[in-house]
């Protein structure tokens, strides 16, 4: 069985909201295995819904709608499926008589305009809304079923959950199960990792258990899908191929999907019973935010300097003016000083740093990009110097990914130094 | 002039993320004016791409497609628009030629994979891409135009606005002019500001000039929108209406659009001559962060401290042990001697300091969701205590915007203390 999810609703066309609905009920869909192959956005225009129901009928079994059941002259959601059915519009006694019990429990007068939501194609059934005033709509023709749901969220997922999917997978009678598992990579760009990845993607084929990369924020996420006649089945299959990831990319494994590289660390600063502290120059206070997002944090990082004036490095952590002098504020020299001034500042085991050149313009002859990231601790000490790419935001964002990933790989022992 | 937007990942049917691209495309196009009537969302599979396109050839002029462009083999964008424009991938030296500058600019080796971003329909040019490696792909068949930009939203938006938006508008010609602009407010909840923009809502009506309130981040934007033939007449109409605005409001508007409150602080202190040190608890960082996102930051922004365990306040501020034995590390008396703190620990003018509980569990019987922030500087001091809603993330969010909103209305002179 296939379906496609149909989002109503000229807002989703302006952009004055993003489709979350597509997106929660594509995740459904996944979830109890009813493949979807497309997510269409259209306005409040009944031609136009009806023509996407049409589409859908031509490729898809299941067409799932959401949005445009409202009680105002633009929610005509009715209107196109009874078009695209070939049916007619009713009002449906049972409907008003419902809506009518509602508004007297609320103790509110019904607006005439109201009585729209009591309307539904001539063949087709209603769905119940436990939630509100609009109910849904679940018609068939020529073999194929749609569902229509209203596009508040809260009453599109209590619905969807309570009356679509059960009717769903009754229909289908037995669903393979799709699920999903994304494994965090640092350190390696995604084409490194696909290159590295190459014999496994070639030996799975088309099959049962297919890759993807997804990029963003200096870090990549290999994405993993496995489809089984069962959930556990699914699960074993993602086990077996999540470990040969794990082989061929070793420790620029950061973690699975929701093991985020701030997670990772503090972890592993605790298994260690180590403290932490950092010293930032061009990520100007990222990584201090992005430690402290983790719940529990305060366990293991002590704390920051966001040293960004350049005095600000001897007066606040004693790093040694000929030091600058010698070297330039974006050397290995300063950035293992300031790791190791953030130590002895804040009194922690271990000093993380950055410094370097975000842009927009150069810095002292030292181009755009650079950055020298520095790690001071029981295991000694490390830097790291690296151009990065993009603006001023990319290349913050992009060294503060950098340095928790040197980091995390020297409290895994498992950095060459 | 009739465009669609396609956005190809099979992510975006697995719910795995929203379909932002196309809240964003969809917000450009309306702004020029440019009528879009479908958003298709299909996942990495050659003849599914390409029959979204064809589906959008036989109803409009432009597809704008979004996402598939990268390097690794699940990428498939380029092939569709070969397969649906009836022409043949080529590999394109020019090409090959950026690919290989790009990186050795960043010193790095180019796996062989990325060879394949250098492919493009025969008769289709490409897009630069400034931030990123894949390039675009403009191509024309039977007076239709598909436009293809990468998934990767900060490349999806440089490409959006460098070079397919103005394409678009050179091939419509005249259009009828749709500009929008937004105004900033910070310190007003959304239904205090709709209230107070009642009258002003009430006297436009359904005329040329449409209001919206955005709300997110601890700050609301209004979204004022105008139609008029030419983009001079739209621009005149909205002058008046943000004079309105702005008048209403008082100091609680921030700025137009992109004039974030780091930006006016920023600009603030400069025309006062003044700079800023900040001590952050509870919001870890952000604060540091949102300043030096703004280029040009160091010359106003000398640095912060975040100082996350308890005991780094006396030990890096030289906040006194009584006081917080006294008052407790969530009090206005803390937040002012931090503040004093950072100002001394960094030689600067003005501290801004925020301690607090941001969750998930209270502390020392200070409920979730405490924050107090406090500014010092040259005009005195004054500290504010409030209550956030919502998560960890939320808290931190909204503490780091009552923070920057303290410390404009203290430049800007108009607390109230």
Known sequence: MRAEVIAVGTELLLGDIANTNAQTIGRELARIGVDCHVHTAVGDNVNRIAEAITGTFARADVAIITGGLGPTQDDVTREAIALATEDRLVTDPALVAE??????RMGRPMAAINLRQAERPERADAIPNPLGTAPGVLAEHDGRVVYAIPGVPSEMIAMLQASVLPDLVRRAGTLASIITREIRVSGMTESAIAEALGPTWERLGPGDVTLAYLAGKGEVRVRLTAKAPTEEAASIRLDE?????????????????????????????????????????????????????????????????????????????????????????????????????????????????????????????????????????????????IRLPGNRDNVRILATSVALNLLRLYLLGALDR
């Open 241 to 385: 191929v999540e470990q040969e990831v794990r082989d061929v990319l070793g420790p620029a494994v950061v973690g699975r999907g929701d093991e985020t590289a701030e997670l990772v660390v503090g972890r592993l600063l605790d298994e260690r019973g180590w403290t932490l502290a950092c010293a930032e120059s061009v990520t100007g206070g990222l990584i201090a935010a992005r430690l402290t997002d983790v719940p529990g944090s305060s366990a293991t990082f002590r704390g920051g300097a966001v040293v960004y004036a350049t005095d600000t490095k001897p007066s606040v952590l004693g790093v040694d003016h000929a030091l600058i002098e010698a070297h330039g504020v974006v050397s290995g020299s300063v950035a293992r000083a300031m790791a190791d001034g953030a130590r002895r500042a804040f009194g922690a085991d271990v000093g993380l740093a950055t410094t370097g050149v975000a842009g927009p313009t150069e810095l002292d002859g030292v181009p755009v990009g650079t950055v020298v990231v520095a790690v001071s601790g029981p295991l000694g000490e490390a830097d790291r110097q």
């Open 99 to 104: 809506l009518e019990e509602r508004f007297a």
